[in-house]
Every structure is written in C-alpha cells, then in structure tokens.
C-alpha cells in the first residue's frame, strides 16, 4: 500500500519570496503523483501530477514540481509567492496497478500562510 | 460543464438522524469517489465506485453506504449520524483510465451534534 508524508503542518512566507513544499511517499513500484490546492471554503485544484518521463513537471500557477527516486520525494516549488497563493496544499500518490482503481492517498496538507 | 457538483453545500444533523449527500458530474467521468475531510488527516477515502453498477469500500467505509445511481451520479448515504461523523466530505470523478486526475467536487460540510 502506498503512504504519503508532507512533514510540514504549517509555512509560513513573505509575499515574493519562493516557497517549497516537501513531499515523501512510500510505494514498491513507480507512482503516480499529484500535488492539489484548496482554498478556503473550496474543493480541490490539481496543481501539477507526475506520471513519466521528465521528472521536473510544470504546473498552473507558476508552480513546479521534482520528482526524486531515490529520495522517494515530489517536492512542490514556486520562485515568488503571491498573497493568493495562501492555501492548504496536499500531496498525492496513486498506485500504477490497474486495479488500484484509481484511489489516492493523500497527505495531511501543509496550511501556507503569505504576509505582505 | 459544472463539472462535480454535490447537495447540500452544508447540513447540521442529530445524533442519529439520516441524510444522503448527492454528488453529479457531467463530464462522461466512469469512476467516482467519496472522501472525507478532518483537520490534520487530509482526505480519506470512504467509498469509491470504478464504474457504473459498482462499488467498493474505501479506507474508512464504517457508518456509511453508498449508491451508484447511474453513470453521472453517486450518493452518500449516513444511516445513523455519530458525531464523529462531523467532516466535509468531497466527491471525486475522473475518466478511469490508468492515472488520470480526480477531479473534485466544492464539498459539503456536515456537522452532527
């Protein structure tokens, strides 16, 4: 079964300042990985996902993400936070097998508060 | 498109009153899902249905049912609302194949006193 670990709770940044959100996971085979947004009283927003190929993967909002084996991490970046950019992020892992049906695990989120 | 929609948007309830949470998609989605929220856990998956006519338990199934009415809907069902029922739940859908996105709903926010 795969798990997912984002370590920080809470980050708090500077409007203009980068931002990056860890992400670790556990699975025995090559996942699939998804970083969403939520923004207060919202649903969820897939940022960016990784399935192949490029481990560095672009996504909407000027975010990006890098997937790392051998570190079993998807760390979510951005170069300069927006004060729209305060939101809880969560960090997800799917398994690759076809009767994995698509279920994800996601982690606890990490609450990113901007200050001007 | 609305894409996910789900009614009610919120809903308080007493211990031990029943309710069903609606959930349509409009966009030809096969497989569909429930999660609830809890601060600090992120978002677990209660039930989910890969295709039309099924369903299966996700990872914390106690206490609730679940119909998969046809293609577009999937409700959720509390019997006898507890407490720590007390989440917002979110439905999901994607196309169903292998690792496409969920796409999510604006959730309900259930409080059960």
């Known amino acids: 079964a795969q798990s997912v670990t984002q370590p920080d709770i809470h980050i708090t940044v500077s409007e203009g300042a980068s931002l990056e959100l860890r992400c670790n996971y556990s699975?025995?085979?090559?996942?699939?990985l998804f970083w969403y947004v939520q923004s207060p009283g919202q649903g969820l927003q897939l940022l960016l996902k990784?399935?192949?190929?490029?481990?560095l993967v672009q996504g909407i909002k000027g975010f990006e993400a890098e997937f790392k084996r051998s570190q079993s991490s998807f760390n979510l970046r951005k170069p300069s936070v927006h004060w729209s950019d305060a939101a809880e992020y969560f960090c997800?892992?799917?398994?690759?097998?076809?009767?994995?049906?698509?279920?994800?695990?996601f982690g606890a989120g990490t609450q990113v508060v901007v200050t001007p | 498109n609305a894409g996910v929609t789900q009614t009610p948007k919120f809903q308080v309830l007493k211990t031990g009153q029943s309710m069903t949470l609606q959930c349509a998609q409009d966009?030809?989605?096969?497989?569909m899902y429930w999660y609830r929220q809890d601060p600090g856990m992120g978002l677990r998956l209660i039930y989910y249905s890969a295709s039309e006519g099924t369903t299966d338990k996700g990872e914390v199934p106690n206490g609730y049912n679940v119909s998969r009415l046809n293609k577009r809907e999937f409700s959720l069902r509390l019997e006898s609302a507890a407490p720590s029922q007390t989440s917002v739940y979110f439905c999901a859908s994607r196309v169903g194949v292998v690792a496409d996105t969920q796409y999510f709903g604006p959730g309900t926010r259930l409080t059960v006193l």
């Open positions: 997800a892992v799917g398994a690759s097998s076809t009767d994995s049906w698509g279920k994800l695990q």
């Open positions: 990784y399935f192949s190929g490029d481990t």
């Open positions: 966009m030809n989605h096969n497989s």
């Open positions: 699975y025995g085979a090559t996942p699939y």
